[in-house]
Antibody, heavy 121, light 106 residues
């Protein structure tokens, strides 16, 4: 079955760190760029970060630049998001999302179910 | 940065209605636009890419049109399963989403 499964979310205090993971299955993971997209409670969608098939191209939204780091391990079919210095505004459901090609700005043709990150003291 | 503006924010309609949602970009994005459907507590689902290309498995009652800065998602005959929130997304540069349009039962 083609799917993405996120994990690693939870409750964390402001200023702390958290690492999200996304396990891919059912497709050739290293053929595709991957992304993180988030959705704050009751709000719309916000692209967070994207990484090319070989990790040679990495982009971030301005809102997370310098605090978040995206990475991937193609041998493990896994995508990661290291989130440092978290703020209340980072509270959201974080989706792992696959691109249709190995790089470039693109749409997202496969989504996971999301993992919830709550930043609160 | 490219801004994406959807209208209306909420749309009330009945089963069988033809409905249209508009998405405007703050600058030209050529045809680099996608549409998604999201139901409560579910992940978004890709409907349309490259402004008018239907994703595999998506019913043909969904269609997209437009180029440059103005785009439209049309549902030709609204079905009960179509009541949801719809988002546009540009991928010319920033991967910016519109704010969403909720299609609700009239």
């Amino acid at each position: 079955e083609v799917q993405l499964v996120e994990s690693g979310g939870g409750l964390v205090q402001p200023g702390r760190s958290l690492r999200l993971s996304c396990a891919a299955s059912g497709f050739t993971f290293d053929d595709y760029a991957m992304n993180w997209v988030r959705q704050a409670p009751g709000k719309g969608l916000e692209w967070v970060s994207g990484i090319s098939w070989n990790s040679g191209g990495i982009h971030y939204a301005d809102s997370v630049e310098g605090r978040f780091t995206i990475s991937r391990d193609n041998a493990k079919n896994s995508l990661y998001l290291q989130m440092n210095n978290l703020s209340i505004e980072d509270t959201a459901l974080y989706y792992c999302a696959k691109g249709p090609a190995n790089w470039g700005p693109h749409f997202f043709d496969l989504w996971g179910q999301g993992t919830l990150v709550t930043v609160s003291s | 940065d490219i801004q994406m503006t959807q209208s209306p924010s909420t749309l009330s309609a009945s089963v069988g209605d033809r409905v249209s949602i508009t998405c405007r970009a703050s600058q030209s994005i050529s045809g680099w636009l996608a549409w998604y459907q999201q139901k409560p507590e579910k992940a978004p689902k890709l409907l349309i890419y490259k402004a008018s290309s239907l994703e595999s498995g998506v019913p043909s009652r969904f269609s997209g049109s437009g180029f440059g800065t103005e785009f439209t998602l049309t549902i030709s005959s609204l079905q009960p399963d179509d009541f949801a929130t719809y988002y546009c997304q540009e991928y010319a540069s920033d991967r910016t989403f519109g704010q969403g349009t909720k299609v609700e039962i009239k």
